[in-house]
């Protein structure tokens, strides 16, 4: 219970770490894990699954894939963004960082058909994203790189769409046939192209097809400092003009129409 000094005053939590600062304002950095103001919210925080509950269908998708919603990650993710706004196309990012996303059960291997859509586990908030992935005509997925990786929390989110790859073997139906699908990665140092093709080798998976030039990817470098990497990310047009590129690569791909009747699809 709080001390009758802290009553009246505002609460910050950080969506990060879990961190409570009080104060009018959340701090510059999150004391500590170091998030940035803009990952704290003003408690009472909103529930994920309020947050889930109001995403609606799009025709594009952006996801972050990082831990951290309000940083580098994101920051590409709304490079993305401007693309789909300039081309008028209806679009959102989803942060995977707001929403509880549990790991995959592994039904599968227990019983192969209880691994099908809609997901066995109703008890996050998976649910409400199920939906706006099978009615989405494309999509982005934005990872910084962990360990030569992608981020657990993405990790746990591609795990979760096995129930729609598993489609196929449970009524032969393909739910993510032909969707396009673009790769941006950023990290401070090593593994770039392996978290780009660990990404993909779901993606492919799922019948999904990446755009052509659909793939783009920054670092920084070992020797310079973390906390500089933001930086150096904003102030390189390169990376900028190649983001904005697969923003418009997976719009243009999109749109051109297939005869997907004439593929034979497989489930690994």
Known sequence: ?????FMGKKMWKCNNC?????GDKPPKNCPRCGALGAEYDL????????RAKKLKPTD???????????????YFAEVAAQVFKEQKKSYQIIDLANYRI???????????????????D????????????KKCKGFIICSPINWNNMSVILKHFLDRLTSIQNMFLVNGTTPMLGKTCGIVINGHEDGAYKTAFDILMYLQNLGCTLAPFGI????HGAKFRTEQDHEYFAADKRIKDFVRAVANNVIKFSEIKFDYKKIIPNCE
């Not at 594009?60 to 994101?74: E, M």
């Not at 592994?106 to 019983?111: E, R």
């Open 1 to 5: 219970m709080l001390s009758n000094k």
């Open 18 to 22: 879990g961190y409570v600062h009080i």
């Open 43 to 50: 408690m009472p925080v909103e529930s994920s699954a309020d």
């Open 60 to 74: 594009y998708l952006i996801f972050n894939g990082s831990k951290h919603r309000a940083h580098n990650t994101h």
């Open 102 to 120: 549990d790991p995959c059960w592994h039904c599968y291997s227990m019983f192969q058909d209880l691994c099908q859509d809609p997901c066995q």
């Open 122 to 133: 109703k008890d996050d908030d998976m649910k409400y994203i199920y939906p706006l992935l």
């Open 216 to 219: 783009t990817y920054t670092t």
